[in-house]
């Protein structure tokens, strides 16, 4: 593929210390990004910048709170997802962070060229396959010529695909195939990006500790506990679909994931994509 670069980062056999510096790392990643492209635009207050499905950030106060404490207030933060459920309310945020509830595949047309920077999230178990090209020409409409996207997704891929973990990835395979979904998006995203007109296609792999709080720290098990609560949240639509026996069984599966990451722990990977608007 012309016009892009990867890089790619493996702590698997890292000692302890190595894989807790590698959340730093990834989060650094991120954040090196950011501070680079604010830079890049100037931070004198004409920047906009938006994230897309911010639910968890901000309810945790990740990114767009933190965000907002480093840049100048004069620089407007953007929150979107399609969905107000989990927001806080406005009052609690500061005057610069500003909610809205909008659906990446269909964006107001005041937005065609309105973001500086945009950011974009766990979306891999939201978008179809064929609705990723639609959400990325959304993405490329509303930033500005020279504007950057930024996406980062899970592979959902693990280094050992054996025991409870490749049962569970086999119904989520099912459950995905069935929906149009694709467990590995983030391959393809660079693809995608160029189809859309992208330029500066760039992206990163990190692998990510997750579980075995006790070697690896509390961030490997908070990364564990993160998928597991979605794993039992979407028991009772895969039993309904038929995609696994009974909830039992179901259940079964899961507690010997949540058992297996507990003990030994798992490393998942996860891409940070970059790429530009062209000016
Ligand atoms: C797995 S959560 C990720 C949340 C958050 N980005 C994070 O990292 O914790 C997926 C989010 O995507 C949102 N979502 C799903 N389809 C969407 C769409 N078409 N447009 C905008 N947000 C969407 C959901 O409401 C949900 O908040």
């Known amino acids: 593929m012309n016009n892009m670069s990867c890089k790619c980062t493996s702590y698997t056999k ?21 501070t680079v492209e604010l830079e ?9 910048l938006i994230l897309f499905s911010c639910l968890t950030f901000v309810l945790k106060g990740i990114w767009l709170t933190d965000l907002a404490k480093i840049v100048p207030p004069t620089v407007e933060l953007h929150g979107c997802d399609m969905t107000s459920a989990k927001y806080p309310a406005q009052e609690l945020l500061p005057p610069n962070i500003h909610m809205h509830v909008e659906s990446v ?14 950011h974009q999230r766990f979306l891999v178990g939201a978008l179809r396959r064929d609705k990723w090209p639609v959400a990325l020409s959304e993405l490329f409409r ?14 959902y891929t693990c280094t050992v695909e054996s025991g409870p973990i490749k ?21 393809e995203l660079p693809q995608f990006l160029q189809e859309a007109g992208y330029v500066d296609i760039t992206w990163e792999e990190k692998i990510v500790p997750t579980g075995n709080a006790k070697e690896w720290g509390p961030l490997a098990g908070m990364a564990a506990a993160s998928h597991m609560r979605v794993f039992r949240d979407t028991g009772k639509l895969v039993v309904a679909g038929g995609f696994v026996g009974s909830q039992e069984e179901y259940d079964e599966i899961t507690d010997g994931v949540e058992r297996e990451w507990a003990e030994k722990g798992e490393h998942l990977p996860c891409r940070i994509i970059c790429a530009r608007k062209p000016l």
């Open 167 to 187: 049962r569970h990835f086999e119904i989520f395979d099912k459950v995905f195939a069935a929906h149009g979904l694709v467990r590995e998006i983030a391959i």
């Open 105 to 118: 595949l269909s964006l107001p047309e005041k937005w065609t060229n309105h973001f500086d920077l945009i």
């Open 40 to 48: 890049q635009v100037g931070c004198d207050g004409r920047i906009t």
């Open 14 to 34: 890292g000692s302890w210390s190595t894989r807790r510096a590698c959340f730093q790392i990834w989060r650094k990643v991120e954040v090196a990004f950011w």
């Open 142 to 155: 509303t930033l500005k010529p020279g504007g950057s996207v930024q996406l980062v997704e899970n592979l």
